[in-house]
């Protein structure tokens, strides 16, 4: 663990903790706050390994953040997979949110024009 780590966990306080075994590996999910007092999830998978120079095990740790005003919007993706995964078609909340995102994205196309933009000529033309 660095040392940019280990102060992390210290000035950080833990307000929550959940394992769950899954086989060969653990699921941590950790809540914690920051000094300003948002609270933010960690995600760590361990996985027991051995290390075949030394002969020793260790665990392989792999770890996620979400802050808080992120939460929704993942929950959100976890449930629309889950929901793929369950039923094998692609969630009806998620194609809405595409056809939403594609028209945004071409209004933004079609009015994303400057005042200025209109005054300019094209380098082609003669005056």
Sequence with gaps: MSMEETGKQYNNEELFSK???AGKRTYFFDVKSTR???NYLTI????K??????????????KLFLYQE???KFETALKQ?????????VPQSYLDEVAEEEQRRKEKEFTDIEFEDLDKKDDNTEE
Excluded: C, L, P
């Excluded at 760590?44 to 996985?47: A, D, L, N, Q, V």
């Excluded at 390994?49 to 792999?62: A, I, L, W």
């Design 81 to 89: 997979a889950f929901e793929y995964i369950e039923t094998g078609e």
């Design 70 to 72: 992120d939460f929704t």
């Design 36 to 38: 300003a007092g948002e």
């Design 44 to 47: 760590t998978e361990s996985k």
């Design 19 to 21: 394992a769950v075994r």
């Design 49 to 62: 390994r051995f290390d075949q120079q030394t002969g020793k095990f260790f665990f392989e740790k792999h």
